[in-house]
């Protein structure tokens, strides 16, 4: 059995500063790991998978995620926030089947 | 556009009524998945499909939960005598089949029900 925890549920940042949103995974075997972003009123979208390949992954729109299995972690980073960067972000662990979702963590980027 | 579509994007039922949901994939992929989403969580997997066949509906939430996809292509999700406790977001993914691979899952905008 696989879950993930996102360790924030809110996370507030200003423009121009960095990001770091935080996601420890439980996986019975060697995981492959996502973020997806979901804008309002919009579908869920693929910002970078992790599949046992480099440990730092490198995503859209300047985000990345580093792979730690020592520390069971995939947290997702960005250097700099805009502010089209708030949403949702949902980090997720793939399964046989189905893909497990954290509950979530809402970004809200401040001017 | 080539995404995932799922119509109706909103659906509005009194409460003992069945709906039906609609999702249609990308062309060439052969898994469907069907997931729900409540205010504030994850989404939470349902079921899956690849091609006709329905290879894992243990998760479905209850006996009045149903899908098909019979050609291997859209798929429909419906709810019988529906509760209040059904109001969620329904979504629709798919994907190619790949193994040995994360593979990824693409998201149609879903179906926001609200069962009154």
């Known amino acids: 059995a696989q879950s993930v925890t996102q360790l924030d549920s809110h996370v507030s940042v200003s423009e121009g500063t960095p990001v770091l949103l935080r996601c420890n995974y439980s996986s019975s075997y060697s995981p492959s790991l996502f973020w997806y972003v979901q804008h309002p009123n919009k579908g869920l979208q693929l910002l970078l998978k992790y599949t046992s390949a480099a440990t730092l992954v490198k995503g859209i729109n300047g985000f990345e995620a580093e792979f730690k299995k020592s520390e069971t972690s995939f947290h997702l980073t960005k250097p700099s926030a805009h502010m089209s960067d708030a949403a949702e972000y949902f980090c997720v662990v793939s399964g046989w089947r189905q893909l497990t979702f954290g509950s979530g963590t809402q970004l809200t980027v401040l001017p | 556009d080539t995404g995932v579509s799922q119509n109706p994007r909103h659906k509005i039922t009194k409460r003992g009524q069945n709906v039906t949901f609609r999702c249609d994939p990308i062309s060439e992929h052969n898994r469907l998945y069907w997931y729900r989403q409540t205010l504030g969580q994850g989404p939470e997997f349902l079921t899956y499909f690849q091609n006709e066949a329905q290879l894992e509906k243990s998760r479905l939430l209850s006996d009045r939960f149903s899908a098909e996809r019979p050609k291997g292509s859209f798929s429909t999700l419906e709810i019988q005598r529906t509760e209040q406790g059904d109001s969620a977001m329904y979504l629709c993914?798919?994907?190619?089949?790949?193994?040995?691979?994360?593979?990824?899952?693409?998201f149609g905008p879903g179906t926001r029900l609200t069962v009154l």
């Open positions: 993914a798919s994907s190619l089949t790949e193994r040995g691979a994360a593979v990824e899952q693409f």
